[in-house]
């Protein structure tokens, strides 16, 4: 199955996004985040443009309504106790 991806045609968006994905590997710059990967998978199928924001908003808004029902839960605000210590 690999070999067969290695070989189908790819549209100039998923080529562009190969080659910045490459180039930051090549630069010995950090692997891309999720957002990266879906935008790869939202060209690959072809999705209309914008569409793969609609779905990290989808994804985001079920982690936000999970965290709200918890504070809510809790009767306070919840915030993380850790702090900074980076550059």
């Known amino acids: 199955m690999a ?3 290695e070989h189908a045609p790819r549209s100039p968006r998923v080529r562009a ?8 590997r090549d630069a010995g ?8 990967g879906l935008v790869a998978l939202g060209a690959a ?3 209309p443009p914008r569409t793969t924001v609609a779905i990290f908003a989808v994804g985001r808004a079920a982690g936000w309504l999970a965290h709200a029902f ?5 009767g306070f605000l919840l915030r993380p106790r850790a702090r900074y210590v980076g550059p």
Request: net charge negative; proline share 4%; hydrophobic share 55%.
């Open 17 to 24: 996004i190969q080659a910045i994905v490459d180039a930051m």
């Open 45 to 47: 199928l072809g999705l």
């Open 70 to 74: 918890e504070q809510r839960a809790a």
């Open 29 to 36: 710059r950090e692997h891309p985040n999720f957002d990266v």
């Open 3 to 5: 070999a067969a991806a």
